[in-house]
């Protein structure tokens, strides 16, 4: 009986993980066109041009894996840019006129993607090349770039509608990815919004095969961390989008 659940489990959970990428990637398709030339620009960079020691922002190897581009060549013929970019096109029916942080925004193209909806935008990211790169790169009245922890959101002195989080709690431990949801919490205007993605898995067997495929995964967190930890801190019930993306409401 047992076994029979875990299967049932599984087909479910591949069933509804179809149906959100189906889901996401209208949004991605629904914007296209309005984006496009954001788009082409954020594909122009390759990893190369990110390497080029010539360029006071060149970035190490260990700095580049830990931060996605999608002008990867692996993603452009995967295809997986496209879901890269509909990360942060699904943000934008939560970011028109608000105020917003893009927490961990690495070199700041997704930043640079969403910057036309919001009313006011920081992004921040721990890596002084990141922000120099994005700085050099993305050009919008809107931007605003700082080198500045995610786990210190008090230090900004400034409350917001929305924050992003876009594949960046795996890149925490526990415990401070338990003080980033507390910090966004507190951080947040009523009724706002933290929207995450990332693996959460339905079950800890999953999720250490995740984190054990990539050296810079501090933890996956599960679908039930998630549900503890948002419940413990304040948050209402969160609402996941298959396995890969969580909106907490304040």
């Known amino acids: 009986m047992s076994s029979l659940f875990h299967i049932l489990a599984k087909i479910y959970s591949k069933i509804r993980n179809k149906i959100f990428w189906y889901y996401i990637f209208t949004y991605y398709w629904i914007y296209k066109n309005k984006l496009q030339n954001r788009i082409d620009r954020i594909l122009q960079f390759k990893v190369v041009d990110l390497s080029n020691k010539k360029t006071n922002t060149s970035l190490s190897p260990e700095e580049l894996k830990g931060r996605a581009l999608p002008g990867l060549e692996k993603s452009i013929k995967t295809g997986y840019y496209k879901y890269m970019l509909a990360r942060y096109i699904f943000s934008i029916k939560y970011i028109k006129g608000k105020t917003i942080l893009d927490s961990g925004c690495g070199l700041g ?68 990815g338990k003080r980033y949801l507390r910090q966004s919490f507190k951080n947040l205007n009523r009724n706002g919004f933290l929207i995450l993605s990332s693996s959460f898995p339905d079950s800890l067997e999953v999720a250490k095969k995740i984190k054990n495929e990539n050296i810079y995964h501090q933890h996956i967190f599960t679908k039930k961390e998630i549900k503890y930890l948002s419940n413990e801190i304040g948050f209402l019930k969160p609402k996941f989008l298959g396995n890969f993306m969580v909106v907490l409401k304040k």
Do not use: C
Not at 121 to 139: N, P, R, T, V, Y
């Open 109 to 176: 193209w997704g930043s640079y993607l969403i910057s036309p909806y919001p009313k006011k935008l920081i992004s921040i990211d721990i890596s002084e090349k990141a922000i120099a790169f994005a700085k050099k790169h993305w050009k919008d009245k809107k931007l605003n770039f700082k080198k500045h922890s995610i786990l210190d959101l008090d230090l900004l002195n400034e409350k917001f509608d929305v924050i992003l989080g876009m594949e960046i709690i795996e890149h925490l431990t526990f415990n401070q």
